[in-house]
């Protein structure tokens, strides 16, 4: 079984953008250490990033059906997005929020996610862990 990583608006933009939140590592390393990560795990899984959520919400209606799971940093379309958070209900599979940062500890606005009440659960805060921590999950749901 596959799980889908989709990564949200300006996440292209890691390894310059704010590193001292968001550190050096860049997408693309982001995206091998899943490849590594879910290699170990016996998953194998599609890593994308958009910056279009129209495309997004696409590739999610997409993925109903196709996928096992959908790991997700909606990036900040967590905090605004009720479409995002409906098409993910609408696939009809179980989600795993992602953020790099804690969003906990950092201005108020982030501290409202549409997708949270939606999704197994969050994991924030460890930077590119986060990812491989929700690879973990999956993999103990779908190898069971
Ligand atoms: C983020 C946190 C969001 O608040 C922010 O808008 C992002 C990245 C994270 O991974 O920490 O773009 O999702």
Known sequence: T??????????????????TTYGHET????????????????????????????V?????HEARGQYGGILINPGAWTHTSVAIRDALVASELPIVEVHLSN????????????????????????GSQSYRLGLEYFAHLLNA
Do not use: Y
Request: contains cysteine; hydrophobic residues 45%; aromatic residues 6%.
């Open 2 to 19: 596959s799980v889908l990583i989709l990564n949200g608006p300006n996440l292209n933009m890691l390894g310059t953008r704010e590193p």
């Open 27 to 54: 997408l693309a390393d982001i995206a091998a250490l899943c490849q590594r990560s879910a290699d170990n795990l016996g998953l194998s899984i599609e890593f994308r990033q958009t910056n279009h959520e129209g």
């Open 56 to 60: 997004m919400i696409d590739w999610i």
């Open 103 to 126: 969003v906990h500890k950092r201005e108020s606005f982030r501290h409202h996610s549409f997708v949270t009440p939606i999704a197994v659960g969050v994991i924030a805060g460890f």
